[in-house]
């Protein structure tokens, strides 16, 4: 089971059936966890979470993370609360920016100044779910966001009015708006435990004291790769493509010149311009492996997370899955339980 005072949440994904979604997120609140998030690869998380409420009663659904601008925030708001009413107020909206290829390439929608733009998605988003049941909606008007509500009739009323919003950041300006703006702050799975240790504490700090709060008002949710396991050489094969998806994207290359891949990043992402990640994956040298993810014997994985949570509220354990099978993927959700939550 899950120790309480560390609550750990868990990750599926929406390429899987339903069926398995829904036994799985039962699972993952037998053995104790605190909650689930779905990504937004391409489609948006909220339809594995509708699975994953079915067969749940107290597990938190998250979205990990809908793209904020990849649609209007109007469609986000709505998407939340009709998940919120099926779960009976479990949901928690993780929204970030995404990168601009994403956001103009493949969904053709303007990126603009990121940070002014979330801070609009947000607060239109708010709006809405706050709003919407009332019938008093006028419009919202701001540089990126304008939506006119003068038509829209009273739509059924939410299970709450207040969603929580866990903003996703990976660099300082945004780690600071999350903490300013946000309910909760996700550090991207990216992040090395010396990145997220050394570095993002004080950014916090400072994004929270921007509005007038303190550490405390703000929860932290650490996402970590985990692939624990004794056969190191495979894993290590296992999540290189994974850290070629990521690695190829040219807005992250600063990110990993910090850590002192900066010459990989950029090799790797002629694979991603070409639209062939896994064609680069053999470049991931292994030391870069090691710095990214939690992998290698289940004890000195175990004490390798231990200092994450000196700035976790909870942690999202989550298995590298790009360029895998099925099969691989569930033999590192299983590697995971077994290492940390004893499933």
Request: aromatic share 10%; proline share 7%.
């Amino acid at each position: 089971m899950a120790d309480d005072s560390r609550r750990i949440w868990g990750i599926v994904t929406p390429q899987l059936p339903a069926a398995f979604l829904a036994a799985y997120a039962k699972q993952l609140e037998d053995d104790g966890l605190a909650g689930v998030f779905a990504p937004q690869v391409y489609g948006p998380g909220f339809s594995p979470l509708a699975a994953a409420a079915t067969s749940t009663q107290t597990l938190q659904l998250a979205t990990g993370i809908v793209l904020a601008f990849g649609r209007s925030p109007f469609e986000t708001a709505m998407a939340a609360m009709d998940l919120d009413r099926l779960s009976g107020g479990r949901v928690v909206l993780g929204i970030g920016p995404s990168i601009r290829a994403w956001s103009e390439g493949f969904f053709g929608m303007p990126y603009g100044k990121p940070l002014a733009h979330l801070r609009e998605v947000i607060e239109a988003i708010r709006l809405v779910v706050a709003e919407a049941h009332t019938g008093s909606l006028g419009a919202y008007e701001g540089e990126y966001v304008n939506l006119d509500f003068s038509e829209l009739q009273a739509t059924p009323p939410p299970i709450r009015t207040e969603i929580p919003v866990w903003i996703a950041a990976l660099r300082a300006p945004l780690v600071r708006l999350a903490a300013e703006i946000g309910d909760g702050v996700l550090g991207h799975p990216l992040w090395s435990i010396p990145w997220a240790t050394e570095q993002v504490p004080a950014w916090i700090e400072e994004g929270a004291a921007r509005a007038g709060r303190s550490r405390d008002d703000v929860h932290v949710n650490l996402w970590v790769w985990a692939a624990p396991g004794e056969d190191e050489g495979a894993i290590l094969d296992d999540i290189r493509p994974t850290l070629a998806f990521y690695g190829g994207m040219a807005q992250y290359e600063d990110y990993f010149a910090w850590h002192g891949f900066g010459d990989v990043a950029r090799r790797l992402q002629r694979g991603v311009q070409t639209g062939d990640y896994l064609s680069v994956a053999a470049e991931v040298p292994d030391e870069m492996v090691r710095t990214f993810v939690l992998c290698g014997p289940p004890e000195s994985c175990r004490e390798r997370l231990d200092a994450i949570w000196a700035v976790a509220d909870s942690v999202t354990l989550a298995p590298p899955v790009y360029g895998l099978a099925p099969e691989r993927q569930l033999a590192h959700l299983n590697a995971i339980a077994t290492t940390f939550y004893g499933a």
